[in-house]
């Protein structure tokens, strides 16, 4: 298979002047405008400004140094494709631009409830937004189908223009530190060789339709096309998710896959969770037949269970193999009756991921299917 560049890969879907190929000009007539930025991104607050990060650090499939080496240039440069700094909301009534079909990324938050349409992240990747008092960052890779929370302090995200995996990375701009999307840990950048390796803090956000999460969060807030951009939201520069088609429904990839592993085809999707001690992975497929799934972190047991409301998974440690029974879209256990996300467990940040991705940077990972 012969790689395909970014660049050319979206000026064959006739589509030159989109993702990663445009500037930060704002579109004419769509509300506020927002500051201006050069290749350098915007400039971080005065003070003290740094990024939240873990206790722990995740694992890497490397060293740093060898991610920061497989760095390769996605055809956009620096900030070519711009993250949504000043993000507007609207009702859920108010969201005539979406299908009920189209996938949209779902949190529910100290009493806040958005969603994030998949058709406006596809064209920018990174919303830096707050939830209620909290800053963070939304951000979406669609060559990985992952999308992930952060916690952004004081500072805010941008798309560095390069790829590791064909998965984004993303560099803060209070240090210009690298960090790759679904490794969520800092590697060394050409701007910071700061040798200290942290990993961020993570919050989950759901992979569901619009459908979905409309009728169990009437109230929720939707990202707004008012971004500031001139962009056809209308219009996925990769393909379709509502109907799949194009690169979400074929198995090329742009670039080359860390670690290929051909167990599953490329682009299957996986319910993925690591920890300092290791990876796990759930078939999504498999999950979403079976309800309840069992399986390891390490030695360490862990439990896997749909949620039917949203068509997405958890995953929690389960030391001590505590039983559970899906019953009528709830899980039953020793305690009583939960909701498929609220078990009397610690739950692992878990999220969708392409397999070749998942594999890419977690190729010791243990998969259930």
Known sequence: MTPIPRRRFLAVAGLAAVAGCSSRTPASGQGSTPTPTDTTGTVPPAGDASVPTADERLPLPTSPAKLREAARSGGPPKDGIPSIDDPK???AADATYLDPGDPV?????DG?????????????EIVNDNLADRPVSVTYCPLTGTVQGFERGTTTFGVSGRLI????????????TWWPQILATAIPGPWNDDPEIKSLQEFRLIWTTWKRWRAQHPQTQVLSTDTGFAKNYNRDPYGTYNPR???YDNDNLLFPAFNPDSRYERKTVVMGARTPNGAVAFLKRALRANKLMTGTIGDMPVLAVHDSRFDTGYIYLNPEEAAFEMENGMVAGPDGTHTPDALPLDRIHTFDAMWFAWAGYYPETTVYD
């Open 105 to 109: 990324f779902g949190v529910v938050s």
């Open 112 to 124: 806040v409830v958005k969603a994030y349409p998949q058709k406006i992240l596809v064209w920018h």
């Open 245 to 247: 088609a194009g690169y």
């Open 89 to 91: 909301f609207v009702a």
């Open 165 to 176: 995996n064909n998965n984004l990375v993303m560099y803060d701009r209070a240090t210009e």
